[in-house]
Protein backbone atom coordinates (compact mmCIF):
# COMPACT_ATOMS: atom_id res chain seq x y z
CA UNK A 1 0.00 0.00 0.00
CA UNK A 2 1.38 3.35 -0.82
CA UNK A 3 1.99 6.16 1.41
CA UNK A 4 -0.09 8.39 -1.50
CA UNK A 5 -3.66 7.54 -1.86
CA UNK A 6 -5.23 8.55 -4.84
CA UNK A 7 -9.11 7.81 -5.67
CA UNK A 8 -9.11 5.41 -8.95
CA UNK A 9 -11.06 7.26 -10.93
CA UNK A 10 -12.33 10.50 -11.83
CA UNK A 11 -14.80 12.42 -14.40
CA UNK A 12 -16.32 15.17 -15.82
CA UNK A 13 -17.61 16.58 -18.72
CA UNK A 14 -16.21 19.11 -21.41
CA UNK A 15 -15.90 22.72 -19.97
CA UNK A 16 -16.31 21.50 -16.58
CA UNK A 17 -13.34 21.28 -13.72
CA UNK A 18 -12.16 18.05 -12.02
CA UNK A 19 -10.13 17.79 -8.75
CA UNK A 20 -7.99 14.96 -8.19
CA UNK A 21 -6.87 13.88 -4.78
CA UNK A 22 -3.45 12.99 -3.12
CA UNK A 23 -3.82 11.72 -0.08
CA UNK A 24 -0.61 11.45 2.42
CA UNK A 25 -0.67 8.45 4.80
CA UNK A 26 2.66 8.55 6.35
CA UNK A 27 4.88 11.11 8.09
CA UNK A 28 8.05 10.49 6.28
CA UNK A 29 6.35 12.35 3.07
CA UNK A 30 6.81 15.06 5.64
CA UNK A 31 5.11 18.82 5.05
CA UNK A 32 4.44 17.78 1.20
CA UNK A 33 6.17 20.57 -0.78
CA UNK A 34 7.38 18.36 -3.00
CA UNK A 35 4.50 17.23 -4.77
CA UNK A 36 4.52 16.24 -8.44
CA UNK A 37 1.84 15.81 -10.27
CA UNK A 38 2.09 13.24 -14.12
CA UNK A 39 -0.39 12.66 -16.83
CA UNK A 40 0.14 9.62 -18.62
CA UNK A 41 -2.05 8.58 -21.93
CA UNK A 42 -2.50 4.67 -22.89
CA UNK A 43 0.92 3.10 -24.29
CA UNK A 44 2.65 6.26 -23.59
CA UNK A 45 5.39 7.88 -21.04
CA UNK A 46 3.94 9.83 -18.28
CA UNK A 47 4.37 13.52 -19.13
CA UNK A 48 5.19 15.86 -15.97
CA UNK A 49 2.64 18.75 -15.31
CA UNK A 50 3.26 20.13 -12.18
CA UNK A 51 6.40 19.99 -9.70
CA UNK A 52 6.45 21.68 -5.93
CA UNK A 53 2.57 21.53 -5.75
CA UNK A 54 1.83 23.97 -8.26
CA UNK A 55 4.55 25.23 -10.41
CA UNK A 56 3.96 24.61 -14.03
CA UNK A 57 7.10 23.23 -16.46
CA UNK A 58 6.86 25.32 -19.84
CA UNK A 59 4.28 24.25 -22.53
CA UNK A 60 1.97 23.10 -19.45
CA UNK A 61 -1.05 24.61 -19.99
CA UNK A 62 -2.16 26.70 -17.13
CA UNK A 63 -5.85 24.76 -17.03
CA UNK A 64 -3.89 22.34 -14.93
CA UNK A 65 -3.08 23.70 -11.38
CA UNK A 66 -2.31 22.51 -7.92
CA UNK A 67 -2.47 23.12 -4.78
CA UNK A 68 -1.94 21.42 -0.86
CA UNK A 69 -4.31 21.40 2.09
CA UNK A 70 -2.92 19.57 5.08
CA UNK A 71 -2.35 16.15 4.51
CA UNK A 72 -3.79 16.45 0.51
CA UNK A 73 -2.58 17.67 -2.51
CA UNK A 74 -4.87 18.28 -5.31
CA UNK A 75 -4.39 18.63 -8.94
CA UNK A 76 -7.47 20.55 -10.95
CA UNK A 77 -7.90 20.26 -14.45
CA UNK A 78 -10.64 23.29 -15.40
CA UNK A 79 -11.63 23.44 -18.98
CA UNK A 80 -11.87 20.09 -19.33
CA UNK A 81 -11.32 19.12 -22.98
CA UNK A 82 -11.23 15.17 -24.61
CA UNK A 83 -7.55 14.98 -24.40
CA UNK A 84 -7.38 15.49 -20.96
CA UNK A 85 -8.93 12.18 -20.77
CA UNK A 86 -5.83 9.99 -19.34
CA UNK A 87 -3.74 8.60 -16.37
CA UNK A 88 -2.95 10.93 -13.16
CA UNK A 89 -0.36 10.06 -11.31
CA UNK A 90 0.92 12.50 -8.22
CA UNK A 91 4.37 11.62 -6.36
CA UNK A 92 6.32 13.27 -3.40
CA UNK A 93 9.50 12.91 -1.90
CA UNK A 94 9.64 10.60 1.15
CA UNK A 95 12.35 10.39 3.50
CA UNK A 96 15.71 9.86 2.98
CA UNK A 97 15.37 11.30 -0.13
CA UNK A 98 13.19 8.40 -1.92
CA UNK A 99 10.54 8.99 -4.20
CA UNK A 100 6.66 7.43 -3.83
CA UNK A 101 4.01 7.41 -6.19
CA UNK A 102 0.06 7.21 -5.77
CA UNK A 103 -1.65 4.70 -6.95
CA UNK A 104 -3.02 6.87 -10.00
CA UNK A 105 -6.40 8.17 -10.80
CA UNK A 106 -7.92 7.61 -14.29
CA UNK A 107 -9.51 10.55 -15.55
CA UNK A 108 -12.90 10.07 -18.15
CA UNK A 109 -14.26 13.16 -20.12
CA UNK A 110 -17.85 12.09 -20.22
CA UNK B 1 15.20 19.35 -27.93
CA UNK B 2 15.83 17.31 -24.75
CA UNK B 3 15.17 13.28 -25.57
CA UNK B 4 15.39 9.98 -23.95
CA UNK B 5 16.42 7.39 -25.82
CA UNK B 6 16.00 3.74 -24.37
CA UNK B 7 16.74 0.45 -25.24
CA UNK B 8 14.71 -2.47 -26.45
CA UNK B 9 12.19 -4.91 -25.18
CA UNK B 10 14.18 -7.79 -23.46
CA UNK B 11 12.73 -11.05 -22.55
CA UNK B 12 14.01 -13.11 -19.47
CA UNK B 13 14.02 -16.54 -17.79
CA UNK B 14 13.10 -16.36 -14.02
CA UNK B 15 16.30 -15.84 -12.04
CA UNK B 16 18.17 -14.00 -14.44
CA UNK B 17 19.17 -10.23 -14.75
CA UNK B 18 18.21 -7.25 -17.40
CA UNK B 19 20.02 -4.47 -18.50
CA UNK B 20 18.43 -1.50 -19.92
CA UNK B 21 20.05 1.46 -21.01
CA UNK B 22 18.83 5.12 -20.95
CA UNK B 23 21.07 7.79 -23.78
CA UNK B 24 19.93 11.59 -23.17
CA UNK B 25 20.43 14.07 -25.30
CA UNK B 26 19.92 17.83 -25.83
CA UNK B 27 21.73 18.51 -22.31
CA UNK B 28 25.05 17.87 -20.51
CA UNK B 29 24.47 14.68 -19.73
CA UNK B 30 26.12 15.24 -15.89
CA UNK B 31 24.12 17.93 -15.26
CA UNK B 32 20.66 16.35 -14.01
CA UNK B 33 19.67 13.71 -11.54
CA UNK B 34 18.38 10.47 -13.77
CA UNK B 35 15.45 8.57 -12.16
CA UNK B 36 14.31 5.33 -12.97
CA UNK B 37 10.96 3.79 -12.64
CA UNK B 38 8.68 1.09 -13.75
CA UNK B 39 4.62 0.12 -14.63
CA UNK B 40 3.51 -3.47 -14.89
CA UNK B 41 0.91 -4.25 -16.68
CA UNK B 42 -2.54 -2.13 -15.51
CA UNK B 43 -0.77 -0.72 -12.76
CA UNK B 44 0.97 2.29 -11.39
CA UNK B 45 4.09 3.68 -11.34
CA UNK B 46 7.03 2.61 -9.24
CA UNK B 47 10.17 4.73 -8.15
CA UNK B 48 12.81 2.52 -8.42
CA UNK B 49 15.74 4.88 -7.61
CA UNK B 50 18.10 7.58 -9.12
CA UNK B 51 21.66 8.12 -10.41
CA UNK B 52 23.64 10.90 -10.49
CA UNK B 53 25.30 11.06 -13.47
CA UNK B 54 28.34 13.29 -12.88
CA UNK B 55 29.37 11.45 -9.50
CA UNK B 56 27.76 7.97 -10.24
CA UNK B 57 26.26 8.84 -6.62
CA UNK B 58 22.75 6.30 -6.38
CA UNK B 59 19.99 6.38 -4.25
CA UNK B 60 18.05 3.20 -4.60
CA UNK B 61 14.35 2.75 -3.18
CA UNK B 62 14.41 0.20 -0.07
CA UNK B 63 11.89 -2.65 -2.18
CA UNK B 64 14.77 -2.94 -4.45
CA UNK B 65 17.90 -2.55 -2.58
CA UNK B 66 20.66 -5.34 -3.27
CA UNK B 67 18.77 -6.37 -6.67
CA UNK B 68 19.30 -3.18 -8.21
CA UNK B 69 22.47 -1.40 -9.71
CA UNK B 70 22.52 1.81 -11.55
CA UNK B 71 25.60 3.01 -13.39
CA UNK B 72 26.55 5.36 -15.92
CA UNK B 73 29.17 5.64 -18.91
CA UNK B 74 30.25 9.19 -18.78
CA UNK B 75 32.21 8.43 -22.27
CA UNK B 76 29.29 7.29 -24.05
CA UNK B 77 26.64 9.21 -21.73
CA UNK B 78 24.43 6.50 -21.16
CA UNK B 79 23.25 5.61 -18.16
CA UNK B 80 22.16 2.04 -17.12
CA UNK B 81 19.73 -0.19 -15.19
CA UNK B 82 20.00 -3.62 -14.16
CA UNK B 83 17.82 -5.52 -11.81
CA UNK B 84 18.97 -9.15 -11.14
CA UNK B 85 17.06 -12.51 -9.76
CA UNK B 86 13.84 -11.19 -11.70
CA UNK B 87 10.90 -13.35 -11.01
CA UNK B 88 7.16 -12.83 -13.04
CA UNK B 89 6.57 -9.58 -10.79
CA UNK B 90 9.45 -7.82 -12.35
CA UNK B 91 7.53 -7.60 -15.78
CA UNK B 92 6.56 -4.15 -16.17
CA UNK B 93 7.52 -1.13 -18.90
CA UNK B 94 10.57 0.56 -17.28
CA UNK B 95 11.55 4.04 -17.44
CA UNK B 96 14.07 6.59 -17.64
CA UNK B 97 13.52 10.07 -16.53
CA UNK B 98 15.50 13.27 -15.99
CA UNK B 99 14.91 15.03 -12.89
CA UNK B 100 13.00 18.32 -13.54
CA UNK B 101 12.13 20.25 -9.62
CA UNK B 102 10.67 17.62 -7.77
CA UNK B 103 9.32 15.83 -10.41
CA UNK B 104 11.11 13.80 -13.67
CA UNK B 105 10.92 15.60 -17.48
CA UNK B 106 11.69 13.81 -19.74
CA UNK B 107 11.11 10.26 -19.98
CA UNK B 108 12.23 8.03 -22.31
CA UNK B 109 9.98 6.05 -24.22
CA UNK B 110 10.17 2.91 -22.28
CA UNK B 111 11.31 -0.33 -21.97
CA UNK B 112 9.19 -3.52 -22.11
CA UNK B 113 10.94 -6.27 -19.39
CA UNK B 114 9.08 -9.82 -19.97
CA UNK B 115 9.82 -12.05 -17.18
CA UNK B 116 8.72 -15.47 -18.53
CA UNK B 117 9.82 -19.19 -18.32
Known amino acids: QSALTQPPSASGSPGQSVTISCTKT?????????VSWYQQHPGKAPKLLLY???KRPSGVPDRFSGSKSGNTASLTVSGLQAEDEADYHC??????????FGGGTKLTVL | QVQLEQSGAEVKKPGASVRVSCQPS????????LHWVRQAPGQGLEWMGR??????????APKFQGRVTMTRDTSSSTAYMELSRLTSDDTAVYYC???FGSGADPWGQGTLVIVSS
Open chain 2, 51 to 60: INPNSGDTKY
Open chain 1, 52 to 54: EVN
Open chain 2, 26 to 33: GYTFTSYY
Open chain 1, 91 to 100: SSYAGRNNVI
Open chain 1, 26 to 34: SNDVGDFNF
Open chain 2, 97 to 99: ARS
